[in-house]
């Protein structure tokens, strides 16, 4: 059995959507055990000039339903970065999640040479719908991902390697 250009995208993008739900999840929890407000893990940034964990989230859902709308050739929906809080942020998780769920394998595989501009402020990027999903996408939306993991990681959240790799199903008995 060879792999296709869907099943190492669309699920791929869709569990880790999921494994970042339970990041917040766990960080909630970790937040009402220690009196801490919410606001200030949705505040927080690696450093100076970085995204806060709140932007960051938007972006790995950028990044997600963008890369799944490229390569099944479908428009993202919009979405308008106004996101907050907690609850707001899940939300906005859970219907990027949806959209990518209604992606069909179909629009995907066999796609892998689909011609992808990625227009830029400064440029276009041209890609193949496999170049761009390995070379752009994936590495783009797992860097906003891994980010807001560390980010709840710097602020005490108990967070382990696991929780990053295997979300809820790291927590079951």
Request: proline content about 5%; charged content about 20%; cysteine-free.
């Amino acid at each position: 059995m060879s792999l296709s250009l869907y099943d190492v995208s669309i699920p791929v993008y869709i569990r880790m959507l999921g494994n970042l739900a339970h990041f917040l999840d766990k960080a909630e929890a970790h937040a009402n055990e220690g009196g801490v407000d919410l606001k200030t893990y949705a505040d927080a940034s690696l450093g100076h000039g970085m995204f806060p964990l709140a932007r960051q989230i938007q972006l790995a859902s950028d990044a997600a339903k963008g890369g799944g709308a490229r390569l099944a050739g479908v428009e993202a929906p919009a979405m308008p970065d106004t996101e907050t809080t907690f609850p707001e942020l899940v939300v906005r998780i859970q219907k990027t999640m949806a959209f990518l769920e209604g992606i069909k394998r179909e629009d995907v595989d066999g796609h892998e040479d689909r011609h992808i501009e990625l227009k830029m402020p400064t440029r276009t990027l041209e890609f193949t719908g496999l170049s761009f999903l390995t070379t752009f996408s994936l590495p783009n939306f797992l860097f906003h991902v891994t980010t807001a993991y560390a980010i709840l990681r710097s602020q005490g959240v108990p967070l382990g390697k696991m929780d990053y790799l295997a979300g809820a199903a790291a927590s079951a008995g």
